[in-house]
């Protein structure tokens, strides 16, 4: 990924950086470089994260895939939540080819993204019931391979997803152990499940939050059920990793996470990212849950919020122009792209859309959204790839990662841990007759019942 940073400069946006900041901000990432690449070298918890691309084996994942009932579904369904998700739809998202929708989240229609080599794939995120029964509906069961995926293998959506959709298989006569594969960690109940069932199971790399797993198994096996390159991902992230180096003025993620740090600091509190590729609006909500759950911390971090551009110009754009000044605009937009002209059309008006094409007024409006922003002072940084391929899309994974480890490093904040979730879950699993570890009591549940409520009806 190559990062332009002009637009994010104090001589154009407020909130901005000065060069000189920039400078003495320099001297900070130099720090941070060495903090991060000691704990690289120690294979610390998280800092592992930046090492995926040489620990992980295409190999090994191809090889737990090589069943037929798994190799050669028709539909792949992955069960998993969080970072046990969003790497590996935003891979089959950006990889699936024009045209496709993935099913990500409730809401989405009971569409599925259809791979290239034509494996449909679904994504379990949520358990809204009308939605999993939509889908269990539609997947042709008897030729579905099923993916699950859980870091603790304790998540409650991602436990009741599987047992649902167990029973599912069961119920019409499929033999669920043949066609599932398990990504979990050393112990908990999906362990224990796989090891019961046979079922060939790989392991989450070990110092690696869910999040940052996009480019290990936990990411790549619905990638290589769908015939996605995985050495080519792997590639790109490698490159990526090459660029790590002590200077933002060298460093591509680098600039990224210390421009993003900085103008948090001058009150840019929001980060909009707006990919210019409709293949990219999963790796949006991948980076929100990154940003987030990273960097939100000590009453500190930047809220991320989901864009797409054109489309968000036209909803979005308004704010960001005219609303407080408390936005980034992060744009990311690959330089080449498969085309489609524009026909020509003998309506005077639309003459200048006759003569282009979808490509090029797609690219118009980027840079004439980019302008609009610079314009009226406000914030944005141009994050470009090369195109939306398995090479650049590890790129830009990477980088992403990293630009958010060097932000953690730089805001002083863990950006490996996520203690602020496990007080709704305890409280979920009160509110269902749950106890914890020790049988005891969930408090937390009985803070829903003492709920202060003021309602307006209809
Ligand atoms: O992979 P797991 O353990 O099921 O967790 C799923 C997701 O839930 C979280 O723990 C947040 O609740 C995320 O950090 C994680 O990506």
Same mark, same amino acid.
């Given at each position: 990924m190559d990062v332009d940073i @002009?637009?994010?400069?104090a001589t154009v946006a407020s909130p901005g950086i000065s060069r000189d900041a920039l400078e003495r901000l320099d001297e900070d990432v130099a720090r941070a470089h060495e903090r991060i690449e000691a704990g690289r070298a120690d294979a610390e918890h998280g800092y592992e994260a930046l090492n995926l691309p040489s620990r992980t084996d295409p190999d090994e994942i191809y090889r737990a895939v090589d069943r037929p009932e798994i190799a050669d579904a028709d539909a792949l369904v992955t069960i998993g939540i969080g970072g046990s998700a969003l790497g590996a739809a935003t891979i089959a998202d950006a990889l699936s080819g024009a045209g496709a929708e993935v099913g990500v989240g409730?809401?989405?229609?009971?569409g599925a993204d259809t791979a290239d080599d034509g494996t449909q794939t679904v994504f379990?995120?949520?358990?809204d019931p009308e939605w999993i029964t939509g889908h269990l509906e539609t997947l042709p069961l008897e030729n579905t391979a099923i993916n699950v995926v859980s870091?603790? @293998? *304790? *998540?409650a959506e991602t436990l009741a997803n599987f047992l649902v959709v167990r029973e599912a298989f069961e119920d019409a006569g499929v033999d669920w152990t043949e066609r599932t594969i398990v990504t979990t960690g050393e112990a908990g109940p999906l362990r224990e499940l796989s090891d019961r069932h046979g079922l060939p199971a790989l392991q989450v790399p070990d110092g690696v939050p869910g999040r940052f797993s996009a480019l290990s198994p936990v990411g790549l096996v619905a990638a290589a059920v769908c015939g996605h390159d995985l050495e080519a991902l792997l590639a790109g992230a490698s490159a990526e990793a090459? *660029?790590? *180096?002590?200077s933002l003025f060298e460093c591509p993620a680098y600039a990224y996470g210390a421009t993003t740090h900085a103008l948090a600091a001058r009150g840019a509190s929001v980060n909009a990212m707006m990919p210019?590729?409709?293949?990219l609006e999963t790796y949006a909500e991948w980076f929100a849950q990154l940003w987030a759950e990273s960097l939100g911390k000590d009453d500190l971090g930047q809220t991320p919020v989901r864009a797409l551009g054109a489309t968000d110009q036209h909803s979005q754009l308004q704010l960001y122009r005219?609303?407080?000044?408390?936005t980034l605009v992060s744009f990311v937009t690959p330089r080449e792209r498969d085309d489609r002209a524009i026909p020509a059309t003998d309506v005077d008006d639309l003459a200048y859309l006759g003569d282009a094409s979808l490509g090029e007024l797609l690219q118009a409006e980027f840079e004439a959204t980019e302008a609009s922003l610079a314009a009226a002072g406000r914030p944005n940084v141009r994050i470009e790839l090369e195109r939306v391929d398995a090479f650049e899309l590890g790129g830009l994974l990477y980088g992403m990662e990293a630009a958010c480890v060097l932000a953690g490093e730089l805001a002083g904040v =863990?950006?490996? =841990?996520?203690?602020?979730?496990?007080w709704a879950k305890k409280a979920t699993r009160g509110l269902l007759g749950g106890t914890d570890?020790?049988?005891?009591?969930?408090?937390?549940?009985?803070a829903v019942a003492e709920k202060t409520t003021l309602r307006v009806d209809r």
């Open positions: @002009g637009n994010a400069l409730a809401g989405s229609e009971v379990l995120d949520n358990v870091r603790s @293998g *304790t *998540t090459e *660029t790590l *180096t002590g210019y590729a409709e293949s005219a609303g407080p000044r408390n =863990n950006a490996f =841990n996520q203690p602020a979730v496990e570890a020790d049988g005891n009591r969930l408090e937390e549940a009985d």
